[in-house]
Structures are given as C-alpha cells and as structure tokens.
C-alpha cells in the first residue's frame, strides 16, 4: 500500500546552518505531497506541498521538490533559525484527500 | 471561526470508561478527518466525512470507536470501553470542499487521550 518513510531524528543545528530532511514514499498513481509543521504547543500547518512531478513547493525559505523517477520529496532550508525548531512531517496525499503521514522528524536549531 | 477547534485538550480515562472527543470544524469546511496520532508517530487515518456522510471509515482499528457529523458541521468521535492501547493524541482536519489528493487540510491542535 501507500506509504511514506522520513529521516529519524532528532536533527541538532546550529542557527543558519543547512538543513536536509529526507522524505521517500510509495504510491500507486500520482499523489500529491506535502510538508507539514508542528511547532511546540500548536497544530500541524501546511508548510508546503506539491501537486506532480517536477513541481516545487516553497514558504518560509523551505523548498521541496518532487521527484517522481526518485520518489523523493525531500525538505529543504538554506539556514535554520531558532524559530524553525519543530517536528516536521511529510505525508502525501492519497485520492479521497486524506493523507498518509510519516513518522516525523524533530528538529531542534541552537543559537 | 477561525480555526478547527478541538475538545477536551485533555481527556484522562479509565480503562473500560466510554468517551466523546468534539470537534468544530471550520465554518463551512465540507470535508472533514479524525486521525490517531500515537507517541513518536506521525498521524493515522481513522476516518473521513463529506457534511453529513461517513464516506470512509476504514481507518478505525475496531468496532469500539464511531465517528458521527449528524449536521455536517460539528463531529464526534466516540470510543467505547476505552483500552491502554487508545491512549493517543485525536487530530481532526477539515478542508474547504470535496476533498482531492492536493486538497489542503486544517488541523486543530488535538485532544490528547490517556487510559489509565
């Protein structure tokens, strides 16, 4: 079946260092993927997400780009901020419109 | 409002105790999901709802948990004779319309459930 598998974690850096969270899946058909936030005491946010193959989705400085011959759709950011500490989920998106999660990676940005 | 709004935050149980966690979609929202978010995982689908009608209910691991949205705005989630393995954090998302593969979907922060 569908699925998607994430970088563990937990992911250490130092303010404005690089950041790469690796994100595979499996799927039958064209899904669509997404990045989802979840800052400490919030809900998950939509960070960015990508609709086919090829496609590029970026917000805050964080791009992702979906690579069908791969299957990846692995996270990005230049450099990290304190503020961007959070655990991050990739999930793709299955036809009905609800979406199978990975395990979440924590990602903790020291000054 | 402005948001998915989710109660109780908070729900400690008893094992063998029924219990109903709500959910307040966003106004309007036609699609909305419960899913099950146990610690260190990412979320699973339980269940999926297009205003009042319950179109998938494949995710719900036994017969003991019900979903209902008898308005096709607020929903329920009920689990009856709650076990330790339920003890999780209960995420609902809406989404605006039909929902489709790309659909982007909001989530409340979540009612997290212990069985003691």
């Known amino acids: 079946g569908d699925s998607v598998t994430q970088m563990e974690g937990p992911v250490t850096l130092s303010e404005e260092a690089f950041l790469t969270i690796n994100c595979t899946y499996t799927a039958t058909g064209y899904p669509s993927l997404f990045w989802y936030v979840q800052y400490p005491g919030e809900g998950l946010q939509l960070l960015l997400k990508?609709?086919?193959?090829?496609d590029k989705g970026s917000n805050k400085g964080f791009e992702a780009t979906y690579r069908k011959e791969t299957t990846s759709f692995h996270l990005e950011k230049g450099s990290v901020q304190v503020s961007d500490s959070a655990v991050y989920f990739c999930?793709?998106?299955?036809?009905?419109?609800?979406?199978?999660f990975g395990k979440g990676t924590k990602l903790s940005v020291k000054p | 409002g402005a948001g998915v709004s989710q109660s109780p935050r908070y729900k400690v149980a008893k094992r063998g105790q029924d219990v109903a966690l709500r959910c307040d979609p966003i106004s309007g929202h036609v699609s909305l999901f419960w899913y099950q978010q146990a610690l260190g995982q990412g979320p699973e689908f339980l269940t999926y709802f297009q205003n009042e009608a319950q179109l998938d209910k494949s995710g719900l691991p036994s017969d003991r948990f019900f979903a209902e949205r008898p308005e096709g705005s607020v929903s329920t989630l009920k689990i009856q004779r709650t076990q330790q393995e339920d003890s999780a954090v209960y995420l609902c998302a809406s989404s605006l319309g039909v929902a489709r593969g790309g659909t982007e979907a909001f989530f409340g922060q979540g009612t997290r459930l212990t069985v003691v």
């Open positions: 990508a609709t086919k193959a090829d």
């Open positions: 999930a793709l998106g299955v036809s009905q419109g609800n979406l199978i």
